[in-house]
């Protein structure tokens, strides 16, 4: 199986994909607040669609195509402005629509399935960043001339996301964990609306200028 990593290698990108994966980001903040407003499992649907984000953003990598989409600037400005503009758009429906709504109504408008894959699928995908850094973190795990690269690639872009999954799960879990709490304690809860709009309103502001490289 020549797409398969040598172990050293393998053992290095998994310990360097956990770090990441407790890193905060965009991703980690939309699955948070939507296990505080809607509960785990419409947070674990945040999960898979980011995770499908992911396997976008692998296959991107391994075929060449982000390096098309940042070595021009008219389609990372799109790209780049279109993430920071969704960011900012969740920013102001946690102000609006966040644990101020009435469960039914969550569940109405918010919370089927099919919205909160789309919506985390759309904030990892809209996300340049993202794209920056699996083009400068994949290839450091697979020598140029090897002509197994492409499959190396997609293994650990696929494996990337086998590592994230648990990581993403458990924060979830112990975020709803705390919503029964925080249910009952609704200034707390208000003031993580705000705080969480804050959050990806600073992720946008930031993607807005990310610079390609």
Do not use: E
């Amino acid at each position: 199986m020549d797409f398969i990593p040598s172990l050293p290698t393998l053992l290095a990108f998994s310990a360097a994909s956990l770090l990441l994966a407790l890193t905060p980001g965009p991703d980690m903040t939309l699955s948070i607040s939507r296990a505080l407003a809607q509960g785990k499992k419409a947070a674990l649907f945040v999960v898979l669609g980011t995770s499908l984000g992911v396997i976008v953003h692998t296959c991107l990598v391994a075929f060449g195509i982000s390096a098309l989409i940042t070595a021009s600037p008219v389609a990372f400005t799109v790209l780049k402005t279109g993430g920071a503009a969704y960011l900012l758009w969740l920013a102001i429906q946690a102000i609006r629509f966040g644990s101020s709504l009435s469960i039914k109504k969550v569940d109405a408008v918010k919370g089927t399935p099919l919205a909160n894959i789309s919506t985390g699928f759309s904030v990892n995908l809209l996300n340049p960043k993202v794209i920056i850094f699996f083009m400068t973190f994949l290839p450091q795990f697979v020598t140029a001339g090897d002509p197994a690269v492409t499959h190396k690639l997609l293994f650990l872009g696929f494996f990337f996301i086998v590592i994230g999954i648990p990581v993403n799960v458990l924060i979830v879990l112990a975020a709803d964990g705390l919503s029964s709490w925080l249910q009952k304690n609704r200034g707390v809860m208000r003031g993580l609306d705000y705080a969480f709009a804050t959050v990806f309103s600073i992720f946008a502001v930031k993607i807005f200028f990310t610079q390609a490289r």
